[in-house]
DNA sequence: GTCTATAGTCGGATAGAC
DNA sequence: GTCTATCCGACTATAGAC
């Protein structure tokens, strides 16, 4: 009788305020420790909508990270777009030092927008729900791997091969995309270190333009190192 | 009536049982959704003596903070005690080219070392506690920043600073030693991510040699960039 | 120090009126 | 679709016997 998400209609602002609040409360206390009656105050909606509108505390949380997926990809997907439509007119052109110096300042670029968005204030909330799901994945990792994951990593990993401009494997490559992506993971999952030891009050403006900086400067000399050690 | 923690005694294996299974179900379900019970059952103890070992749930949590910070010390103390005696011995001379190349040797032990630590199964129930801390911060928190992250960041920020050899800022050197960090912490702090992406069934020892020398390749590049872009 | 038993609280789910 | 009311299970903490 109460199907999930009987779809559009009069119940949409209350399926969409629950799912701001879920979001919010499932990131802070994570998936057990969130009570419902929490939620449903934060959403100032009754607390049985819960169970009319997604049948359940994990009908909820599963819409919640639906909705994270569909957020990133509203903010990433027009970049990871053009960037894909750009590997598709170099072609199999992989090779060739006008590529891969495409290749390498659309990778900076990739990553500075990454590392906004996991800066961002918005975001919070989004990333400590995913970082959860790392390390504790549910049947819910999947609408976030396939919902987003995948294809950054997808082009990340193509724009370091191109930039590399060298015969490296395609296990390498996205070993190195991760390396790469993980210099701007930091900065959100080992936030309360980074301020502490920085001694920064907030990550604003000024910091972020500090950590941009710097990841240009290590994305370009590792995609740039000789391959000998 | 009873005191936290009083000391050794007869009680001790049961306190030792108690703090082993508190890491692993805290670093599973997080503070709020691990039960005291669960704890208590996984250390074969009964619950109600974690009252009076630890006075109640948050201290056996402090407790096992306590303990991760002097496990990770015990593991990667001694490295950082050799670190900490060459640059002292290196002193004052902080450029030259045989300075600088056994700073970069010693940073690359050091992450190596440090992926190693957060590979290990070992470690998975301490990462996932260190994680949720940082996304949370606690009281708990100093516990594990004083403990171990001050030392560590600080051995490496110098470490940086003497393998550039440029005139780097310290702000600047911490920055460069957050994204060597992060290359390693991305492999623990989105290992789903990575597993799935890789087709890796497991993260062992062969899977760990190619992260090293990605670490190994990327730290030596990022060090030896020319500070021009 | 360790145990049993329980008091007191809070959580998720749902029945049923409107 | 939304609300009130409530059932029932699980939790922490603690009293008190041994």
């Known amino acids: 009788m ?12 209350t399926r969409d305020a629950l ?7 499932f990131g802070r206390d994570g998936f057990d420790a969130a009570s419902t009656r929490a939620i449903s105050d934060a959403a100032d909606v009754n607390q049985a909508l819960i169970g009319y509108h997604f ?3 994990p ?5 919640a990270l639906r909705f994270i ?11 990871v777009d053009s960037i894909e439509e750009q590997i598709a007119k170099d072609g199999q052109a992989r090779t060739g030092k006008k590529v891969a110096e495409r290749s390498l300042a659309a990778l900076q670029g990739l990553l500075e927008a990454f590392v906004g968005m996991l800066a961002s204030d918005e975001s919070a909330a989004w990333a400590r729900l995913i970082l959860r799901e790392q390390q504790n994945p549910s049947d819910g990792f999947d609408v976030l791997y396939e919902g ?22 395609a296990a390498d490559c996205k070993l190195t995309a991760f390396t790469i992506i993980g210099q701007a993971v930091v ?18 403006a000024s910091e972020l ?18 391959p000998s050690r």
Chains 1, 2 share one sequence.
């Open 148 to 169: 987003f994951m995948h294809r950054i990593l997808g082009v990340a990993s193509e724009l370091v091969a191109r930039a590399q401009n060298r015969g490296a494997s």
């Open 59 to 63: 009908g909820l949380y599963l819409a």
């Open 187 to 204: 900065f959100r999952a080992a936030r309360a270190c980074v301020m502490r030891e920085m001694q920064w009050s907030e990550l604003g």
């Open 19 to 25: 799912i701001r609040a879920a979001i919010e409360i």
């Open 69 to 79: 997926a569909a957020s990133v990809s509203a903010r990433l997907g027009p970049l």
């Open 209 to 226: 333009a500090d950590i941009r900086a710097q990841l240009r400067r290590n994305i370009a000399a590792i995609v740039q190192a000789e």
């Open 55 to 57: 049948g359940g505390k």
């Open 2 to 13: 109460n199907d999930p998400t009987p779809s559009a209609g009069r119940g949409e602002p």
